[in-house]
Nanobody, 122 residues
Framework: QVQLVESGGGLVQAGGSLSISCAAS????????MGWFRQAPGKEREFVAA????????TYSDSVKGRFTISRGNARNTVTLQMNSLKPEDTAVYYC???????????????WGQGTQVTVSS
């Protein structure tokens, strides 16, 4: 079992940058692909980015490609989402998730954090 705790959310102006992190407990962190999802009020949870177990391959949604970067540190059991050129439409609660493979379907992930709020002001 894996427990996930996100941190680093906050308020930032449009065009700014923010980095959010997810710390995982357990000794099997490198057995899981890791993903970031987000959910805005009144909307469904949507895929943002994911990284393979080794960190060697990443996948992004079209809406964040070129602006966001996902990375993981298996030695420290962490996964980070660096967000640049933020837009008001990026405002959401961001969740990290652990699953067996990199997929965009949130139902395929087994473990979830509690979420961290990211607010981008215009």
């Amino acid at each position: 079992q894996v427990q996930l705790v996100e941190s680093g959310g906050g308020l930032v102006q449009a065009g700014g940058s923010l980095s959010i992190s997810c710390a995982a407990s357990g000794r099997t962190f490198d057995s899981y692909a890791m993903g970031w999802f987000r959910q805005a009020p009144g909307k469904e949870r949507e895929f943002v980015a994911a990284v393979t177990r080794s960190g060697g391959s990443t996948t992004y949604s079209d809406s964040v490609k070129g602006r966001f970067t996902i990375s993981r540190g298996n030695a420290r059991n962490t996964v980070t989402l660096q967000m640049n050129s933020l837009k008001p439409e990026d405002t959401a609660v961001y969740y990290c998730a652990a699953g067996w493979t990199v997929v965009v379907d949130p139902s395929r992930y087994d473990y979830w954090g509690q979420g961290t709020q990211v607010t981008v002001s215009s």
